[in-house]
């Protein structure tokens, strides 16, 4: 397998499959159809390879696998460089796995356009998928910024009636935040000489430096988590998205925040990263409890899951900086913060993408997201109930789904960097349980009164389809969650040791040669 390039075929064949798409001809109705059958194709066969990739992939190997590089400009020193380790692999497994299952959700709800929304899809999976392979800084920033396009076209062309507001909003805000990490970047590699992603991973960069480098980057990267305050665009961008492009806005580009700080916060800035964790951890409390409070507060289906959304993030950053363990002598690291973090983003990227899934499914046969527009769906839609009850519960933390895995870590490794910070970021559980419930509640139990409702269709089998493997992978990663763990946990190890080692040439923390051990069950 390392033979061959299969990182860039697997990245470079939906943009292939939209090339293809571009040049079909016919009828309108022709047209459509043969878009969405390539389209469903090629992004089948892409999720085949990542499985492959995945099933290849060394579990007990820290570094990057599957390198390949290319010159794409030598004068500046830019090479088309790709590879995955254990944190970036499972990444591209959740973006292969949601972007069928989205062309599949719009195989009837999209009826205009039908060839360009498929083709828009596909160049976006090609760049979601490059950012999470890349291994050289301007390589990374064509993919992460390259992403906006496809999704600011789906939004403010088959969104809702404010898409186009929404549109911009979203664009303006991740571009703002973004072209400060540009500058860092610039910096970066003209101050290491490089451009070479490991290369500045050992390249040692002053106190100074790191510290408006980290602020740059986190303009950037807070945006995109969203973290509080910044976190003002998703709702709108959410509500008008279509139901598809809240799947894979929720389930991967939401992720791209938290990847770059394990990528390029935490490495290549860890005196930074060390200094400013309560400044992340202050935030993402204030996100966890405010959002949830916000979210109980709201009428609108989508609205709700989009704040709850930025509740959950919240989770991932806390666990992200939760990395020495306070009151340690010996300055001690975990890795439970970080895997949980990591494991939580998985787990969000599936419920998230689920539940507005579940919206879609009523919203497709009501035209309506408010809440008080339903209630007593089980009695029409009794298998809808039942995997809306899954999706719901896995969201609230359930033991035995894919959510009480990684809060659990992430309020572990939280709680032995700071029991504060562990004690508010466990409201956001109970704040979760009861907006979650309420919208359960309010929607598919009581008297079915509504005349809109009588006649409702339970799901069809296209939409069981739509959500069978994501049932599956919600049970699996509550019941079997070492299986993902595992391909993670050389890599998050590594990058904490590397952390503390930092630290400790710097004198930040003091570190005894007689207690270099580190703390990793």
């Known amino acids: 397998m390392s033979s061959w390039d299969i990182l860039t075929l697997t990245a470079g064949l939906p943009l292939l499959g939209a090339l293809c798409i571009l040049f079909i001809r016919g009828d309108e109705k022709v047209v459509a159809q043969n878009a969405r059958s390539v389209a469903m194709w090629t992004s089948l066969i892409t999720f085949a390879l990542s499985l492959a990739i995945w099933w290849n992939f060394e579990t007990s190997t820290p570094g990057f696998q599957f390198v390949h590089t290319y010159e794409w400009f030598p004068a500046l020193g830019i090479r088309f460089k790709v590879g995955v380790d254990g944190i970036s692999m499972l990444f591209v497994i959740l973006t292969t796995l949601l972007t069928p299952i989205c062309i599949l959700s719009a195989w009837e709800a999209v009826k205009t356009r039908v060839r360009e929304y498929m083709l828009a899809f596909l160049v976006l999976e090609t760049l979601m998928i490059g950012t999470f392979i890349?291994?050289?800084?301007?390589?990374?920033?064509?993919?992460?910024?390259?992403?906006?396009?496809?999704?600011?076209?789906?939004?403010?062309?088959?969104?809702?009636?404010?898409?186009?507001?929404?549109?911009?909003?979203?664009?303006?805000?991740?571009?703002?935040?973004?072209?400060?990490?540009?500058?860092a970047m610039l910096a970066m590699a003209v101050t290491a000489n490089t451009t070479d992603i490991p290369g500045l991973m050992a390249f040692g960069f002053s106190p100074e430096m790191q510290t408006w480098l980290w602020l740059a980057f986190f303009a950037s990267f807070a945006v995109k988590v969203p973290m509080w305050p910044?976190?003002?665009?998703?709702?709108?961008?959410?509500?008008?998205?279509?139901?598809?492009?809240?799947?894979?806005?929720?389930?991967?580009?939401?992720?791209?925040?938290?990847?770059?700080?394990?990528?390029?916060?935490?490495?290549?800035?860890?005196i930074a990263s060390e200094y400013f964790a309560p400044l992340v951890f202050g935030l993402s409390c204030v996100a966890i409890v405010y959002t949830s409070l916000v979210a109980l507060a709201q009428s609108d289906m989508k609205k709700l899951i989009a704040y709850s959304s930025v509740a959950h993030m919240g989770f991932v950053t806390i666990g992200i900086f939760s990395v020495l363990v306070s009151g340690s002598a010996d300055a001690r690291t975990n890795v439970q913060g970080i895997e949980g973090a990591i494991f939580q983003m998985l787990s969000h990227g599936v419920d998230s993408a689920a539940l507005f899934l579940i919206v879609g499914v009523v919203y497709d046969r009501v035209h309506s997201r408010e809440i008080d527009s339903y209630g007593g769906l089980v009695q029409r839609m009794p298998i809808y109930a039942g995997v809306f009850m899954l999706f719901m519960l896995a969201s609230v933390g359930l033991p035995g789904t894919s959510g009480f895995v990684g809060e659990f870590l992430v309020l572990a490794g939280a709680f032995q960097t700071n029991t504060l910070v562990a004690f508010i970021a466990a409201t956001g559980l109970i704040l979760g349980a009861a907006y979650m419930l309420w919208l359960y509640r309010r929607v598919i139990f009581g008297e079915l009164t509504k005349k809109s409702l009588m006649t409702i269709r339970d799901l069809s089998p296209r939409e069981i389809v739509v959500f069978a493997p994501l049932i599956i992978i919600v049970i699996w990663m509550g019941i079997y969650p070492s299986s993902f763990l595992d391909v993670m946990h050389a890599s998050v190890e590594n990058l904490v040791n590397n952390y503390r080692s930092a630290l400790c040439t710097a004198k930040v923390i003091v570190c005894p040669q007689s207690t270099a051990s580190v703390l990793t069950e």
Do not use: C, N, Q
């Open 134 to 183: 890349a291994l050289d800084l301007f390589t990374f920033y064509i993919f992460f910024e390259g992403v906006l396009i496809p999704m600011f076209i789906i939004i403010g062309v088959w969104g809702g009636p404010r898409r186009v507001y929404s549109a911009f909003k979203f664009f303006l805000y991740t571009l703002l935040g973004s072209v400060l990490m540009l500058v």
């Open 230 to 270: 910044v976190h003002t665009w998703l709702p709108d961008a959410h509500v008008e998205a279509p139901t598809a492009g809240s799947v894979i806005l929720a389930g991967v580009l939401l992720k791209f925040g938290g990847y770059g700080f394990l990528r390029f916060s935490l490495p290549m800035m860890p």
